[in-house]
């Protein structure tokens, strides 16, 4: 099992930046790829962006293209997500997770969640 702890959620105007970071602990060594996930209030848990952990490959939904940025740090372990140019839209329960094997874009693809960090952008 691989233990996930994100932090750096907030309150953000409109067009301001977070950068959210998620430390993984554990059997790390059992990951190929971790991503960032989100819910709004009222709404499913959608797919934000991935990375693949030893080529460091990225992936995207496309409403966040050329506006978040994801990447990870092998030696600490801990995966970052740049968000700019930020939108009330991306208000939401951000989530990182860990997995194995399947689409990076698919939650069933991931094992372990973190518990979530709340960001939200005022317009």
């Known amino acids: 099992q691989v233990q996930m702890v994100e932090s750096g959620g907030g309150l953000v105007q409109a067009g301001g930046s977070l950068r959210l970071s998620c430390a993984a602990s554990?059997?790390?060594?059992?990951?190929?790829?971790m991503g960032w996930f989100r819910q709004a209030p009222g709404k499913g848990r959608e797919f934000v962006a991935a990375i693949i952990w030893s080529g460091a490959i990225t992936y995207y939904q496309d409403s966040v293209k050329g506006r978040f940025t994801i990447s990870r740090d092998k030696a600490q372990n801990t995966v970052y997500l740049q968000m700019n140019s930020l939108k009330p839209e991306d208000t939401a329960v951000y989530y990182c997770?860990?997995?194995?094997?399947?689409?990076?874009?698919?939650?069933?693809?991931?094992?372990?969640w973190g518990q979530g960090t709340q960001v939200t952008v005022s317009s």
């Open positions: 997770a860990a997995g194995f094997s399947g689409s990076v874009r698919n939650d069933l693809s991931y094992d372990s």
């Open positions: 554990g059997r790390t060594f059992s990951k190929n790829f």
